[in-house]
């Protein structure tokens, strides 16, 4: 039997104040997180002259890749180049060129840094770049799923090794259950850990505590060493590589099995967010608004910049004058206040002179 609440005709969708005020906090933190993604991101550059980026947010044009052949793209180009086209966001990879407009792909020339090698040599690609995620190698989200806690409920983890996304479900072993708990921790999949043997050391359940000194020649895997050499997924607690073992002989391997840029605390995916979200930060909000006014002429400057503050000063106080008596909203209260601000406009268009924008001042 169906919960939903029955409404009259006389009855109207209504908000409290706190379920305004939740919603904003909500789209803040949608904001923040594309904020840590996409911070360091030049949207009007390709960043193929810069070579093989240590990292950034890549995307996938399903559209244009040629014969299931698997391509990346900047940013700038998933703007500039793909509009409109299917791309999927691959979040961040290590040490990626672009490949917009090469040979991979069968789309037209680079709009943006037309002149490009038929191929990047170095450019590593997983299953993430056609489209297809985990153990279970299926799409995310999955449309096809039977099973609603694949869709949305079961989080997906990437590998800060192979960087390919899991389901927590197919990891094998148990996700750390607090979600805070959760975001201070890494995950190398079982696959990895199997290819690289060494990493199982490095588990939480290992209890490798003491920050070693680089080049300390006693190992503190071999003084660490347990029977239990179970290969599996492992999670990796905030500030774990500082706590790697530096001795020569487990420097020597990280080198052979190509490890050591992940075990690098620059490569930290915390690093990368925490940079971008800085960078976004220092943007001044106030010259992007001058340098958006700059086509217009001194009236119409004067009409925008008039008319923000008005807007913020009316939201303001009518939101303060609903919380301070039932603290609901309703579709009416709302097209009220917009009509009011909208008369309120006219009627001061009608009333004030303004001077023509070829006045000088």
Known sequence: MSSNRI?????????????LLEQIDDEEEELDRERALYGNCDVDTCTYPQ??????ALFTCMTC???EQCTGICAACAYHCHANHNVNELYTKRFFRCDCGNSKSNHQTCKLYPNKDPENGLNKYNDNFRGIYCTCKRPYPDKESATVSMN?????????VCEDWFHSQHLGVPVPMEENEMNQMDMICQTCVTKHPILIHYDESRNIVAAP??????????????????LHTIFLRDGWRKRLCRCIQCSKLYDEMNLTPIFDDADAIQEY???ALAKSENLDGDKILADS???????????VLRGINEFKTTLGDFLREKANNDGVLTADDVKTFFADLQEKRTEQQRTMFMPPDNCKS
């Open 7 to 19: 409404t009259t005709d006389e009855e109207e969708p209504i908000v409290t104040c706190s379920e």
């Open 273 to 275: 967010e925490k940079q």
């Open 65 to 67: 890749n040629n014969n």
């Open 152 to 160: 949305t409920d079961d989080e997906m983890l990437q590998c800060i």
């Open 293 to 303: 006014l700059d086509s217009l002429g001194y009236t119409r400057k004067l009409e």
């Open 51 to 56: 070579g093989y980026v240590k990292r950034q």
């Open 213 to 230: 000194i680089e080049n300390n020649p006693a190992c503190l895997i071999l003084s660490n060493n347990s029977n239990n050499n179970e």
